[in-house]
Each structure stands twice: as C-alpha cells, then as structure tokens.
Nanobody, 127 residues
C-alpha cells in the first residue's frame, strides 16, 4: 500500500507561482511512475504531468506545457509540480498519483495507469 500526501496548494493571483509537493510512503518510490492530475468544479479529472520511473521521461498536458515542471527527489520520496504564470483556469483540486506497475511512458496520461491517489490539494487562482 502506498500513501500519498499532497501539500502546497493555496490562493494565488494570476501570473503567480506555486510549488505542489507529494510525499509518498514506501521503500520503492524510485520505481514508481508518478503523475499529477487536477479536477475543476463541474469537470472531469484531467492529466497535468507525469514523471516516468526511469528518471528521465516527463510528459505534460498541452494546457500547462511551458508553465509547469514536474520533478522528483527519490531520496525524499517526493514528487513536485512547479506551476508558473498561473491562470484562473488552473483553479482545481490537484491530485498526485503513483503507478507501481511501471506502465510505459506513453500511458502515463491515463488515470487508469495509477493505483494510488492522494487526497488532493486546492489551488485557486484569482484574476
């Protein structure tokens, strides 16, 4: 069982930045694919970013490409999502997710690739 705890959300003005963190339990964090998803009110949960367990490959949704950076610190069992130039449409609950089954990089945009989810952290961007 993997437990994920997100933090770092909050209220920020448009154009600002936030860094979200997700701390994971377990001894084999370095072998997990990690992803970030978000869900805005009235919308389905959508992919934001992913980091393959190989430590090299990352993927981003078009809506955040160029504004978001996913990173991981395997020594701290933590994955981060740096969001810059925030827009009101970035307002959502942000969830991190873990895939211990090592799905291929090409599948990491899909929620079905992930077995474990955090409780979410709210990000609100004011205009």
């Amino acid at each position: 069982q993997v437990q994920l705890v997100e933090s770092g959300g909050g209220l920020v003005q448009a154009g600002g930045s936030l860094r979200l963190s997700c701390a994971a339990s377990g001894r084999t964090f370095s072998t997990y694919n990690m992803g970030w998803f978000r869900q805005a009110p009235g919308n389905e949960r959508e992919f934001v970013a992913a980091f393959h367990w190989n430590g090299r490959n990352t993927d981003y949704a078009d809506s955040v490409k160029g504004r978001a950076t996913i990173s991981r610190d395997n020594a701290k069992n933590t994955v981060y999502l740096q969001m810059n130039s925030l827009k009101p449409e970035d307002t959502a609950v942000y969830y991190c997710a873990a895939d211990p089954r090592k799905f291929a990089y090409s599948l990491l945009h899909s929620q079905s690739a992930y077995d474990y989810w955090g409780q979410g952290t709210q990000v609100t961007v004011s205009s």
